[in-house]
């Protein structure tokens, strides 16, 4: 009887272990070549799109990622399916995980619905430059959860979509023309109107340089040192950069070849002395004398220059008594 039992379960166990391991290679097998397809479905979308002119380069890698992900979602109910579980209670079964992992993941699921934000209002675009809270670079991508930026020394940065959607958003690119702005300082004995009228011919000299709107120069600030000018014109986006450094490297030098002098920042210091502190520095100076002779009386080697000293204390003072 006993052996009988033993045998049966033996078969039973057997007879499990033979489907289960089936359904294990199967599970196994279907999720490596839906690994695979979603890759290639991914890689076919991305490819698809890459010349595709109707379709903006900012959703062209967010399609190819939704494409993998709903391959893998269906791998997924093909696995728990091969395992002999009811679609219906996978379905039941992902809307409570979905329920628990919303509630658990509420930043991460903030960035998904911060990209979808971005991705239809569209304040940054792929290859533009901005600047959103503390992070500035070009675009590269535009992911569910992330950001891609490229800084212009060549940093990598990957930004959670949150946080650039809650912060203000600066588009350096999205505009086609920016202002140029070229500041410097002027001495105070040089001329100022001809300064101005140098600086502005220097800056619509510039072939970069839009006539409409016409550039423009002013004194911007009377600083410590210098009477700072500003000369102010319009430019093309793409040729913000490279017109800013040629001017502002020539409105050094073709300002000092036309005689007019740059100061270096300087403050000129005026001590005016009264009877009070007169009468206060004088006790001081005699202070001062003391250490000097018993220095001198302890070390006669160093007696010439401490009388020299006292020489040149002997000599100050009558200059502050009067």
Known sequence: MIETDVATITEMLKGFALGFGLDLLGAVLILVIGWWIAGRTAALVRHSLKNAKFVDSTLKPLAASIARYAVLIFVIIAVLSNFGVETTSIIAVLGAAGLAIGLALQGTLSNIAAGVMILILRPLKVDEFVEAGSVSGTVVEIT???????????????????????????????????????????????????????????????????????????????????????????????????????????????????????????????????????????????????????????????????????????????????
């Not at 930004?159 to 958003?169: D, F, K, L, M, R």
């Not at 220097?202 to 410590?224: H, I």
């Not at 020539?250 to 100061?263: N, R, W, Y």
Request: glycine share 2%; charged share 25%; hydrophobic share 40%.
């Open 144 to 322: 569910l959860f992330t950001t891609l930026l490229k800084t212009p020394d060549g940093v990598f940065i990957s930004a959670p979509n949150s946080q650039i959607w809650n912060s203000a958003i600066k588009n350096y690119s999205r505009n086609p023309t920016r202002r140029l702005d070229i500041k410097v300082g002027i001495a105070y004995d040089d001329d100022v109107d001809a300064a101005l009228e140098f600086l502005k011919n220097l800056v619509a000299s510039d072939e970069r340089v839009l006539k409409d709107p016409e550039p423009m120069s002013f004194v911007a600030n009377l600083g410590e040192s210098s009477v700072d000018l500003t000369a102010r014109g319009w430019v093309a986006t793409s040729e913000f950069w490279p017109t800013f450094f040629d001017l502002t490297r020539k409105s050094k030098t073709e300002l000092e070849a036309a005689g007019f002098s740059i100061p270096f920042p300087q403050r000129d210091l005026h001590v005016i002395e009264n009877a009070e502190t007169a009468s206060i520095a004088k006790p001081a100076a005699k202070a001062a004398t003391k250490p000097a002779a018993k220095t001198a009386a302890k070390k006669p080697a160093t007696r010439a220059r401490s009388t020299a000293a006292k020489s040149t204390t002997a000599k100050k003072t009558p200059a502050t008594k009067s």
